[in-house]
């Protein structure tokens, strides 16, 4: 199981049903467009991901 701080499972959900619509993310930026994702979010999990 891999976790995130800062992401529950609401969050995860959200990132997956994001990444079903809209396809792979293309840069780590496009998590921003998931709903529930904002500024402060991200950038407390930008140096945990990669794409």
């Known amino acids: 199981m891999l ?3 800062g992401v529950g499972d609401k969050k995860a959900e959200q990132i ?3 990444r079903e619509q809209e396809g792979k993310f293309k840069s780590i930026e496009d998590l921003k467009q998931v709903q529930g994702i904002g500024d402060k979010i991200f950038e407390g999990l930008q140096d ?3 794409v």
Do not use: D, R, V
Request: proline share 0%.
């Open 3 to 5: 976790t995130l701080n």
């Open 16 to 18: 997956i049903n994001y």
């Open 48 to 50: 945990a991901i990669t």
